[in-house]
């Protein structure tokens, strides 16, 4: 017998979890535009938060991070996963949960994977399908 429930990883996000993720995303950036976290790394980048992720029990947030220019991504995570542990005390101040979720810091790659989709687009093995159905 099949079970009722679905998995996890196939629900959408619920909105209590994406009203978190925004939370969580507007006061990292609060923090990271106003210089709150002392860091060299980090005061010498600006650096762009497009999204947050929580699991379904809201214990972890998957903060998906990119620098401006997207150079030098490595050095911007290594110091924000230094700086977890402050993050995470600001993060739980601003926030009304019983628990502050553990924060996981990743590189974004939709803008990558945007311009991977604009160049296949672009291509002429696509461009004849095009015109062959036109």
Not at 4 to 31: D, F, N
Not at 42 to 71: C, F, Q, W
């Amino acid at each position: 017998m099949r079970s009722k429930t679905k998995s996890v990883s196939a629900k959408a996000p619920s909105q209590r979890m994406l009203r978190i993720g925004e939370l969580i995303r507007h006061k990292l950036s609060e923090l990271l535009s106003r210089g709150e976290i002392h860091d060299d790394v980090l005061a010498s980048h600006v650096i762009t938060i497009p999204e947050v992720r929580l699991t379904p029990d809201l214990k972890l947030a998957t903060v998906y991070v990119m620098p401006l220019g997207g150079n030098d991504v490595r050095p911007v995570i290594q110091a924000l996963a230094k700086n977890k542990k402050f993050i995470r005390s600001e993060v739980a101040a601003a926030l009304n949960l019983r628990y502050a979720p553990d924060l996981r810091f990743r590189e974004d790659e939709t803008f990558e994977e945007a311009t991977r989709i604009d160049r296949l687009l672009d291509s002429e093995r696509v461009r004849r399908d095009v015109e062959k159905k036109d």
